[in-house]
């Protein structure tokens, strides 16, 4: 994995536009989901998401709006 652009908060800017986006549009009782790499659930905790592992799914994580 290239990990030359961590750091620089270029994920946190990314995720401040889909957020934006999500509050404006989704409906009330919507529920967001997202696949999440391995170790880094604790990123999209920083959004209000939560895990929801699977061991046949992989690290998936769910936001309830």
Known sequence: MDTHFQGQG????VMIKIETYLHQMAKKGATIGLLAATGKEAFYGRYGYIPRP??????????FI
């Open 10 to 13: 270029l994920g946190s800017a």
């Open 54 to 63: 699977s061991e046949t799914l992989g690290n998936g994580m769910c936001k």
